[in-house]
């Protein structure tokens, strides 16, 4: 079953930091390019950021970049965001999800910032 | 960036009545290579986004046949042919040809009249 699993999210105070994961399954992840998208709590998606298969190719959103940082480790199938100095509108659900063609998304994991 | 816009942003239909989601782009979305790079997600209460459409008109597998999307252009549109009580939800669009980054529709929420 091709299949994404998100996990790392939880409370953390403004201004700190959290890693998230993702591990794929199913389908030849060193294949494909992958994004991280989120939703705030009752809101929309919004896009965060994209890494290509061999990490040659990396983008932003406006809205994280010089804070966030994607990554990915091929021979462990696994997809990373390292997000530091947090704010209060980063709190969302925080989703992987397959390529540009957005054919597959992981459950997403809940990430919230306060104090 | 490219805007997306969605109208309505809520929609009651009745069982077994058709229903139909307008999506307008800022931007032309036809790519250089020909195609338009358009799809619809459908998130149900409490689930993660499912991509239903993808390239304006192709159904992703296991997607009903009573779904349909269509469009040019900057002009897109998602039509369910017959509601069912499982397809209450929020329906996106998204635009994947001017990229980055990736824009989607504010979200049309789709209930049960």
């Known amino acids: 079953e091709v299949q994404l699993v998100e996990s790392g999210g939880g409370l953390v105070q403004p201004g700190g930091s959290l890693r998230l994961s993702?591990?794929?399954s199913g389908f030849t992840f060193s294949s494909y390019g992958i994004n991280w998208v989120r939703q705030a709590p009752g809101k929309g998606l919004e896009w965060v950021s994209y890494i290509s298969s061999?990490?040659?190719?990396?983008y932003y959103a406006d809205s994280v970049k010089g804070r966030f940082t994607i990554s990915r480790d091929n021979a462990k199938s696994s997809l990373y965001l390292q997000m530091n100095s947090l704010r209060d509108e980063d709190t969302a659900v925080?989703?992987?999800?397959?390529s540009g063609a957005f054919d597959i998304w992981g459950q997403g994991t809940m990430v919230t910032v306060s104090s | 960036d490219v805007v997306m816009t969605q109208s309505p942003?809520?929609?009651p239909v009745t069982l077994g009545q058709p229903a139909s989601i307008s999506c307008r782009s800022s931007q032309s979305l036809v790519y250089s290579d020909g195609n338009t790079y358009l799809s619809w997600f459908q998130q149900r209460?409490?689930?993660?986004?499912?991509?239903l459409i993808y390239k304006v008109s192709n159904r992703d597998s296991g997607v009903p046949d009573r779904f349909s999307g269509s469009g040019s252009g900057t002009d897109f549109t998602l039509k369910i042919s017959r509601v069912e009580a499982e397809d209450v939800g929020v329906y996106y669009c998204m635009q994947g040809t001017h990229w980055p980054p990736y824009t989607f529709g504010q979200g049309t929420k789709l209930g049960i009249k």
């Open chain 1, 22 to 24: 993702c591990a794929a």
């Open chain 1, 54 to 58: 061999g990490s040659s190719t990396i």
């Open chain 1, 94 to 98: 925080y989703y992987c999800a397959k």
């Open chain 2, 9 to 11: 942003l809520s929609l």
């Open chain 2, 45 to 51: 209460p409490g689930q993660s986004p499912r991509r």
